[in-house]
């Protein structure tokens, strides 16, 4: 199992942070424009428990690749995991946490993920899939700046 955790703080309130990241369609904001982010079914405008959403997204050499994610253990306005049930992992499961701090929100991502199986997996990790999903929240970093301002 490998994970990647990310903490970032933003000068908004709990509930405008929660606002921002329980609404499906702002995913396409965070994801790098090379991705080609995607949304392919309807979705609410919130977030809930057991919430499907499938997706095409162009991660690799821009290959297109569908992807399905279920929303489940929504607790707002402070956390919510998104898991995968089919895409380009053999395991994913994204932890969002929300939690309020003077002046803003603490954001923290935990991905936990298994890419490829065995030390093949330790290879592709290890060469491409980490550094991959560093930039990727590198990137939604810089959003997040553009979008919200920087945190003092």
């Given at each position: 199992m490998n994970t990647l955790k990310t903490t970032q703080n933003i000068p908004v309130s709990l509930d405008e942070a929660w606002d921002f990241f329980s609404s499906p369609e702002n995913l396409a904001k965070i994801t790098p424009k090379y991705m080609e982010f995607t949304i392919l079914n309807e979705v609410p405008s919130k977030i809930q428990d057991d919430l499907l959403i499938k997706y095409r997204v162009r991660p690799l050499l821009g290959i297109p690749m569908k992807w399905v994610t279920l929303i489940k253990e929504v607790n707002a306005p402070f956390s919510f995991v998104d898991e995968q049930i089919k895409g380009p992992?053999?395991?994913?499961?994204?932890?969002?946490?929300?939690?309020?701090?003077?002046?803003?929100?603490?954001?923290?991502?935990?991905?936990?993920?298994?890419?490829?199986?065995?030390?093949?997996?330790?290879?592709?990790?290890?060469?491409?899939?980490?550094?991959?999903?560093?930039?990727?929240?590198e990137y939604r970093e810089k959003v997040m700046l553009d979008l919200f301002g920087e945190y003092k």
């Open positions: 992992y053999k395991y994913w499961s994204h932890l969002h946490t929300f939690r309020e701090i003077p002046g803003g929100t603490e954001i923290t991502d935990k991905v936990d993920y298994i890419s490829l199986p065995g030390f093949l997996g330790k290879i592709a990790d290890k060469l491409v899939v980490n550094k991959k999903l560093k930039q990727i929240f």
